[in-house]
C-alpha cells in the first residue's frame, strides 16, 4: 500500500494493526513467563540454604526439593513445546528409601 492509502484507511486499519501489536506484546511476555526458570533455581538454592541452616529437616527438603522439580520440569515442557532450546537433561528427583 501507498502513503495515500495508509492515511485514508488509518481509521479502519489503525485499530486491527494495534490490536495485533498488542496481542503480540502479551505473546512474548506469557512465554517469558511461561520459560523462565530462573526464579525455580532461585527457590531451590533457598531451600538447601534452609536444609544446611538446620530450618527445615531431611524429609520436609525431599518432599518440597520434589514439588521444585515438578516446576522446573513444567517450565522444560513449555520450553520444548515452544521450540526453545533446553540445557541440560532430564529432571530426576531422588526416590525417598524409607517408604
Known sequence: MGLLSNILLAPFL??????????????????????????????????????????IDDAEYVRREAEIMQRLRDVRDWREKLG????????????????
Open 14 to 55: 489503525g485499530p486491527i494493526y494495534g490490536t495485533k501489536w498488542t496481542l503480540d506484546k502479551v505473546d512474548r511476555v506469557v512465554r517469558e513467563q511461561l520459560t523462565d526458570d530462573t526464579p525455580i533455581k532461585e527457590d531451590l538454592m533457598a531451600l538447601q540454604m534452609q536444609l544446611e541452616m538446620g530450618e
Open 84 to 99: 526453545m532450546s533446553t540445557s541440560g537433561g532430564p529432571v530426576r528427583v531422588a526416590e525417598d528409601e524409607t517408604e
